[in-house]
T-cell receptor, first 112, second 114 residues
Framework: GNSVTQMEGPVTLSEEAFLTINCTYT??????LFWYVQYPGEGLQLLLK?????DKGSNKGFEATYRKETTSFHLEKGSVQVSDSAVYFC???????????FGKGTRLSVIA | KAGVTQTPRYLIKTRGQQVTLSCSPI?????VSWYQQTPGQGLQFLFE???????NKGNFPGRFSGRQFSNSRSEMNVSTLELGDSALYLC?????????????FGQGTRLTVV
């Protein structure tokens, strides 16, 4: 079946530190991969996505590269801000009209 | 453009009761999906509706049901509530659903069962 595994949090970083949140997946076929972010009291917002191998998704300074050989889609940001504090979810969606499959989420806290 | 609207935002119910949650998708979106979010299980897919038909269903008991109206608004119902049904219920809409179409999420309905 399809599944997503991401690093457990919480992750606490100082402002301007480098961020990596690991995400690996198991899927049949060639899924699209996503990172969603959930700010306190809010629903999920799409942060970035990649639809095929070697694609790089990027948004707001965050990046993730679709690595088929390692079945990974790690999220990175070079310099985090306090406003990046949120829960980050890695997700996949397989072909056709199948639903999104989410990882458990990683809580990030950035301190000034 | 208005986003996905879920009502109510908060709900407290007693074990054994039933509850109905509502989701109004973005105008023009025909696919509506529902997810349950809990600290232990994370985000779990409940079901998806497209053009008033249930297109996908997750692994939840029959107490969980839903429907979609001709204007794409959707409701989900949980009967005979259990304490374990306490969760944040999220609704997501997209134009047609499926791969490569972005899902837009509402703020959720937080259900507490006492």
């Amino acid at each position: 079946g399809n599944s997503v595994t991401q690093m457990e949090g919480p992750v606490t970083l100082s402002e301007e530190a480098f961020l990596t949140i690991n995400c690996t997946y198991t899927a049949t076929g060639y899924p699209s991969l996503f990172w969603y972010v959930q700010y306190p009291g809010e629903g999920l917002q799409l942060l970035l996505k990649a639809t095929k191998a070697d694609d790089k998704g990027s948004n707001k300074g965050f990046e993730a590269t679709y690595r088929k050989e390692t079945t990974s889609f790690h999220l990175e940001k070079g310099s985090v801000q306090v406003s990046d504090s949120a829960v980050y979810f890695c997700a996949l969606q397989n072909s056709g009209n199948t639903p999104l499959v989410f990882g458990k989420g990683t809580r990030l806290s950035v301190i000034a | 453009k208005a986003g996905v609207t879920q009502t109510p935002r908060y709900l407290i119910k007693t074990r054994g009761q039933q509850v109905t949650l509502s989701c109004s998708p973005i105008s023009g979106h025909r696919s509506v999906s529902w997810y349950q979010q809990t600290p232990g299980q994370g985000l779990q897919f409940l079901f998806e509706y497209f053009s008033e038909t249930q297109r996908n269903k997750g692994n939840f008991p029959g107490r969980f049901s839903g429907r979609q109206f001709s204007n794409s608004r959707s409701e989900m119902n949980v009967s005979t509530l259990e304490l374990g049904d306490s969760a944040l219920y999220l609704c997501a809409s997209s134009p047609v659903g499926g791969r490569d179409t972005e899902a837009f999420f509402g703020q959720g309905t937080r259900l507490t069962v006492v």
